[in-house]
């Protein structure tokens, strides 16, 4: 089972723009993630469409290509960065891992368990999810939703809060249903990122901006692996002030 693990990182971001050369305590948020993902990943790469992060990546001995600025998503981004390096590799990757660029705290054994999901023969595609603990979490509009069958395979991702609980009110939501979010990371045959990235945008990804719904919207299915671990990704400042405090408080341990 040969891996590539992709990170991809654009300049542009709606709330946080360069985000992924923001400092952490000493160390720009993508060298954090891709620190964290190269103790599971021996062949990791990051994928930009900028000078300043490519450079950034070259400074600390990372890996990095430049990719197209015209991606509508990080999977097109991912499939990019593939061709690239498969085209130069003697080796032949089987499965490709999207790292989300802006979630530093991401733990080395969530990627371990999302590789696991591909030791079934039939997964095409997966994904990590965790529990909702909080009501904070519960109506936070940061946040992703995903509800899924009995054998963990998705039925619909969305900014909504999904299932609505119908004659409760929803500050008692979660004592009446356990809700999952979504953390991001993907995992895909690499048939699978091809089909995917060749896909035309849905609907439903374009209403909800969340490209994992055109794959399901074609039909496809999308495995769930279940985390206990927040990786609380950086779309804000006040995400930023709060990993920063995580983190100082994790390295004076």
Known sequence: MNILGVIPARWGSERLEGKPLVDICGKTMIQRVYEQASKVLEHLVVATDDNRIFEN?????????????????????CLEAYEILQKDSDIKFDFVINVQGDEPLLEPGQIKSLIKCFDDPETELATLV???????????????????????????????????????????WLKHHTYFKH????????????????????????????????????????KIEISQHD???????????????????LENK
């Open 57 to 77: 990546v070259k400074s600390f001995g990372g890996n990095v290509v430049m990719t197209s600025s015209h991606h509508n998503t990080g999977t097109n981004r």
């Open 130 to 172: 965790m529990p909702v603990n909080h009501e904070a979490d519960l109506f936070n509009e940061s946040e992703v939703f995903v509800v899924f069958d009995k054998n963990k395979k998705a039925l619909y991702f969305s900014r909504s809060v999904i299932p609505h609980v119908r004659g409760v009110h929803k500050t008692q």
């Open 183 to 222: 953390l991001g990371m993907y995992g895909f045959k690499v048939e699978s990122l091809q089909k995917f990235a060749h896909l035309e945008q849905t609907k439903l990804e374009l209403i909800e901006s969340l490209e994992q719904n055109r794959w399901l919207e074609n039909g496809g299915v999308i």
């Open 231 to 249: 990786t609380i990704p950086v779309d804000t400042i006040d995400d930023l002030e709060k990993v920063r405090r995580i983190v100082k408080q």
